[in-house]
């Protein structure tokens, strides 16, 4: 058991609990097993909230991550710490009342206290609304001298300068995929289907340079391989990605063991060639776009209307020239949507020879302008659960629920089949133009190599024959193209793995509910 002290004996314990995630796309879980690890990503939350515990105060921390390692619900502590988003909450509530009736105080905070506080109040003896870098720290403070308030709330958003860097000393990484690292917070765009401008604002803020260097530093010296930027647009301030992007690649060459990024970008990226030079340069491998629709009048619906200034189709091709994977988010369901637009986002994908993608179905969460006004027009069926693929809560207007279910589906594993995923990621792969010439001094990296034996093994073990045979198809045909690509083929199908193992679970039946709850 790892513990964190603060201050000196006698100290009050703090567990630390991140829930279970259900099953859902984004656990990436055959990714995870492909690999070796044990879970996608640890929690940054209590990262952070670590880094913010004052050194003087008798506290010490004991964490556990429900994805890692087991729960203990007998563990001797003075209080339970739980964060979550929407998809968590069930999970989050069995905590706190198994917890609470051993009479042990619960502090509940995160995304989803903060977006629907009046649910979570019965099961928090004290909860968290907003940012937490400085009601955190005085709670903590309020506690030792036993008078916690039962509500602390970060009415205005915080200047993120402020935020110290994230502790992982708790953790190995080694049971990880990737380590986020934030360096912003807020985003300008105003999508009415999307509530992150509840919990991060409109106006755009960023750490120092040096903040977010030594968060990364951080990350390396906890045997991180790949660190994802979890902020929604890495792309808002020209002028400080350029900057932060100068500063990565001067450290990462100077390492033995460089580190790969990933993150998530408007796709106005596209249009800015030096950005993408120094993305590649930076050693990026994966940038989430959120194209959502090839048609603009769905896009016009959530006020996103605006991404066809940048020609999304020609944007992602510049990305991908650069050796960037576009792992493109796609949305199924808008009122302008008929059963003609799965053929025009297959043939978008096909186009630009994307080889990976995720494809949801619209969902209105609370809050949102897209709720509001489909309430109004009584289009509301169920409350949303955190899921985005596989279930709505929004009654379509051109297909039936039930349709619109079935066709995303068939359109899901007709994606991630082998024959019509190995034309795309063959026409990815032989269009790259630029190759960075940055690392050719970097040492063998062996636990990289052991993630190969792993892949392998997964492949050979747990695949059906068909896509066994596609992972040894594409390497061959992979090196006959430029031996210098099959990292990059690697890397695409350990994640194809699990693309294709989630689009055909037997429990992917199309329902009103999702299926995973």
């Not at 928090?124 to 030792?144: N, S």
């Not at 808002?236 to 992007?245: G, H, Q």
Request: net charge positive; hydrophobic share 40%.
């Amino acid at each position: 058991m790892n513990i964190n002290r603060f201050g000196q004996a006698p100290r009050k314990r703090i567990y630390f609990i991140s829930p279970l995630n259900p099953e859902n796309f984004w656990t990436m879980q055959s990714s995870v097993d492909a690999l070796g690890a044990k879970s996608t990503m640890p929690s940054i939350t209590f990262a952070t909230l670590l880094g913010l515990i004052p050194g003087d105060l008798n506290i010490e921390c004991v964490f556990c991550d429900e994805n890692v390692s087991k729960l203990d619900l007998n563990m001797k502590c003075d209080l339970v710490a739980i964060t979550g988003f929407t998809l968590h909450w069930d999970r989050m509530k069995e905590l706190s009342i198994a917890f609470r009736k051993r009479n042990i105080s619960v502090a509940i905070g995160g995304p989803y206290a903060s977006l629907y506080p009046d649910q979570v109040k019965d099961y928090a003896d004290h909860l968290f609304v907003g940012e937490g870098e400085y009601t955190w720290p005085q709670f903590l403070k309020d506690w030792i001298k036993g008078k916690a308030a039962p509500v602390y709330e970060q009415k205005t958003f915080v200047d993120i300068k402020d935020s110290k860097p994230a502790n992982w000393s708790f953790i190995n990484g080694r049971d990880y995929l990737y380590f986020p690292v934030q360096t912003s917070r807020g985003c300008p765009n105003n999508c009415d289907f999307c509530d992150a401008i509840r919990l991060v604002g409109r106006r755009y803020r960023t750490k120092s340079i040096d903040q977010v260097m030594r968060e990364i530093k951080n990350a390396h010296a906890a045997r991180a391989d790949v660190v994802f930027f979890s902020e929604d647009n890495f792309f808002v301030n020209k002028s400080f990605t350029k900057e932060l992007l100068t500063e990565i690649i001067k450290w990462n060459r100077a390492q033995t063991r460089p580190l790969s990024f990933s993150t998530q970008a408007t796709i106005r990226i596209g249009d800015d060639e030096e950005i993408l030079k120094l993305l590649a340069d930076a050693k990026f491998s994966v940038i989430f776009l959120g194209v959502e629709s090839t048609r603009k009048a769905c896009l016009d619906e959530i006020n996103k209307g605006h991404i066809f200034r940048h020609n999304p189709e020609k944007a992602v091709a510049r990305i991908s020239s650069f050796g960037i994977i576009p792992f493109i988010g796609l949305i199924v369901g808008f009122d302008n949507d008929d059963e003609s637009i799965f053929y025009e986002l297959e043939t978008f994908l096909e186009k630009t020879g994307s080889p990976i993608c995720s494809i949801s179905i619209l969902n209105a969460p609370k809050g949102t302008v897209l709720y509001d006004r489909m309430k109004e027009q009584g289009r509301i069926k169920d409350d949303l659960v955190g899921e985005w693929h596989f279930s709505s809560n929004i009654i379509p207007l051109n297909m039936s629920q039930e349709e619109l279910q079935s066709r995303h589906l068939t359109f899901f594993k007709r994606l991630y089949e082998p024959e019509i995923f190995e034309r795309r990621i063959l026409k990815w792969l032989a269009n790259i133009q630029y190759f960075t010439d940055k690392y050719t001094k970097s040492k063998p990296n062996y636990p990289k190599l052991f993630k190969f034996y792993y892949i392998l093994k997964f492949y050979l073990f747990h695949e059906p024959k068909p896509v066994r045979q596609l992972f040894f198809r594409v390497l061959h045909k992979t090196w006959k193209i430029n031996p210098r690509l099959v990292k990059k083929a690697i890397t695409i199908m350990s994640q194809y793995c699990h693309y294709y193992d989630f689009a055909n679970k037997d429990t992917n039946v199309p329902s009103g509910k999702s299926r995973f709850f």
